[in-house]
């Protein structure tokens, strides 16, 4: 039984040790807080108790199997001997991670791959002093990964091959779905696509066509139900009688509409101060918890349908 390696035991060091020992990996958690390792072998528990319960549990195995998968140690190098992989799952802030992969860096072998799960950094940088940086890869999940499949692979300029061959099967094994980027650009692609999303919506709120109420509709009730299962592209080409009918009907107007979007908008001042109270007045801050839950349950739901679809 292969084993992988956990180096952070926060929030989504936590989602991937359940992800793996779903998959049959034995699983070996690290924190630098040994009392978080404490705490998420102790939620980890819990949640798969639940998950089990609600017959949402991924995998063939039962929780208590799962769990038996799972253990923590103090030891970076008993996290990570022998790995398969040891994925690092450290606060996004750079000099700490840097660091943690240093350490990491310090204690780790060949064949065993580093893989990040970093939202924003450049593996290039986030790799470049490491003796091991040929086995580096960014695996960047979203959260929450046990409901939200996707997992972004990353690779630095001098990652070899194999490095994100193996990565992406352990992530298909996994039951994740992983996408393979080329090569390194800032954002990944999910957040540059992300962006592009939010800006656009900004421009309207700040032109004053649209509310942040309604704007947001425009997302959850017009383009995301039917994201939610074809990509744009997809989209594009079952909008018309394939993709070169769609871009004679339509990429006249988009390039046209699209030239007259204006610059990049910057989140700040009056414009910022009034999308705040809009949906603070919606959602009021301590409110943030409840509607996360309501979000997470609605992704399960989703998730479910989709294997259904
Ligand atoms: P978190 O703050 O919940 O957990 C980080 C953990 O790392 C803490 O338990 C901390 O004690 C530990 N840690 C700090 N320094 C360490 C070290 N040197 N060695 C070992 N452990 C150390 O953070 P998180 O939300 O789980 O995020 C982890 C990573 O995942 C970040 O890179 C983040 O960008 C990425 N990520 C987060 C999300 C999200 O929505 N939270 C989504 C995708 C990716």
Not at 89 to 94: D, R
Request: hydrophobic fraction near 40%; charged fraction near 25%; aromatic fraction near 6%.
């Amino acid at each position: 039984m292969e084993t992988i390696g956990i180096l952070g035991s926060g929030l989504i060091g936590r989602s991937w040790a359940m992800l793996f020992a779903a998959a049959g990996y034995q699983v070996r958690l690290f924190d630098i807080e040994p009392k978080q390792v404490q705490g998420a072998l102790k939620e980890i528990e819990s949640q798969l108790a639940e998950l089990e319960k609600t017959k949402l549990l991924r995998g063939t195995r039962t929780a208590k199997q799962q769990m038996a998968l799972i253990s923590g140690t103090t030891s970076l190098k008993e996290c990570v001997a022998g790995a398969l992989m040891v994925q690092e799952c450290t606060p996004e802030i750079l000099d700490i991670k840097m660091k943690a992969l240093r350490d990491l860096d310090a204690v780790v072998q060949a064949p065993t791959i580093i893989a990040s799960s970093t939202s924003t950094h450049m593996p290039s940088i986030l790799s470049k002093d490491l003796k091991n940086k040929e086995r580096f890869i960014v695996a960047h999940p979203v959260n929450p990964p046990y409901y939200v499949r996707l997992v972004e692979l990353v690779p630095a300029p001098y990652t070899e091959s194999w490095v994100a061959v193996k990565v992406r099967a352990i992530m298909e094994e996994t039951g994740q779905v992983p996408v393979s980027l080329k090569k390194e650009v800032p954002g990944f692609s999910l957040n540059r696509i992300q962006y592009v999303i939010l800006n656009e919506v900004w421009r309207q709120v700040a032109d004053g066509v649209l509310d942040v109420t309604d704007v947001d509709k425009v997302m959850s009730e017009g383009l995301g139900p039917r994201y939610a299962f074809l990509g744009a592209l997809e989209t594009a080409h079952l909008n018309a009688e394939g993709m070169q009918s769609y871009a004679e009907r339509y990429a006249t107007t988009i390039h046209s509409v699209s030239s007259g979007m204006g610059p990049v908008p910057h989140m700040q001042g009056a414009v910022l101060a009034s999308v705040d109270k809009q949906l603070c007045d919606r959602i009021p801050l301590d409110k943030l918890q409840e509607r996360r839950q309501w979000r997470d349950a609605a992704l399960t739901k989703l998730a479910v349908l989709k294997k259904e679809v």
